[in-house]
């Protein structure tokens, strides 16, 4: 090697290309090492900060840990409410919610990455759809105020409502992350289901998406998760207003057996006189409450919210691991 190609290098004349080209290689890992240790005091301090707060509320709200507080219904005397209304609610919204996010987000998503042209229009769309998987809840919920309180719906049902807004809020990680697990099959899976003459649709519905359905059903689970533990949209629908019927169903189970289906959900979703609750509300109004025993219960509910939202996140886990 010339003197020429090692100024060029940065060497000396005695120096190698064994040295890796960098007389500051030293420097350089002593600085790798450095931004390596930065790394794990920040994950150690946002994990510290984290279990203080777990371990604040739950001893905050421990004495109301029980079973009664699963069960009782909300009450004006804190000693004898309960989460069960917010509970039930909670779960009704979030299966009607997965009965129109999980076929709209994965056509979507399918739509996107396999038939969709790559032009300035798809572009635009793909853009759209990256910038609302970022928008705060709040703003989902002045929509949903905007649109189905006062426009579609008059301020008819508050539970279809929040059912629309929250499917709005969690829609768009939902065809993002779907995307990507789609885009993540390899192309030789296509192309071999190509050669033995399956149609598009055939490679898509046999290989495509069994392959992509762990980062699919990750995808769902992890992003309802988020949507059962959002309060603001919910508090800007209005149901703080409405409260919970422990007769009341989301479904007329009279309707559904004696073969009018037609009226299944209509004579409760789109009823005047719906009543309906869920459990972030139901935590949020309590905290703001005056009496100590009221705050209490607001803690032992956000111990109920965590395990929960966990409990959704383990089984995204397991799933994963198990289909995959």
Request: net charge neutral; aromatic share 12%.
């Amino acid at each position: 090697m010339n003197n020429q190609n090692l100024d060029a290098l940065g060497l000396s004349e005695g120096q190698s290309s064994d040295s890796k080209f960098d007389p500051k290689l030293e420097s350089r890992q002593m600085w790798g090492k450095i931004f390596a240790y930065f790394c794990v005091f920040a994950t150690l301090l946002g994990l510290i900060v984290l279990a203080f707060l777990i371990f604040d509320v739950v001893g905050d709200g421990s004495s109301r840990l029980n079973t009664a507080m699963l069960t009782q219904y909300p009450s004006r005397r804190p000693l004898e409410a309960g989460y069960r209304a917010a509970i039930l609610g909670t779960f009704w919204m979030l299966a009607y919610v997965l009965l129109l996010v999980v076929p709209l987000g994965v056509s979507s998503a399918i739509y996107l990455e396999e038939y969709a042209p790559k032009n300035w229009f798809t572009e635009l769309i793909e853009l759209n759809i990256y910038n609302l998987a970022g928008i705060p809840s709040i703003i989902y919920g002045l929509l949903g105020l905007g649109l189905f309180v006062r426009g579609l719906y008059s301020g008819r049902s508050v539970i279809v409502t929040g059912i629309l807004t929250i499917t709005l809020l969690i829609l768009p990680p939902v065809i993002v992350i779907s995307r990507e697990a789609i885009r993540a099959v390899p192309q030789s899976v296509r192309q071999a289901s190509y050669g033995v003459g399956a149609t598009k649709w055939q490679t898509i519905r046999h290989h495509v998406l069994p392959a992509a359905l762990p980062g699919i059903l990750t995808a769902v689970i992890i992003s309802s998760s988020r949507g059962i533990g959002e309060t603001a949209p919910i508090v800007v629908l209005g149901a703080g207003t409405v409260l919970f019927d422990p007769k009341a169903s989301p479904i007329n189970f009279g309707a559904l057996f004696s073969g009018r289906f037609g009226d299944v959900f209509t004579d409760t979703l789109w009823s005047n006189d719906n009543f309906f609750s869920v459990l972030p509300y139901q935590i949020y109004e309590w905290v703001g409450d005056a009496k100590a025993d009221f705050q209490t219960l607001a803690s032992a509910g956000i111990v109920v919210l965590l395990v929960l939202v966990l409990g959704m996140n383990l089984i995204a886990i397991f799933l994963r691991n198990k289909v995959s």
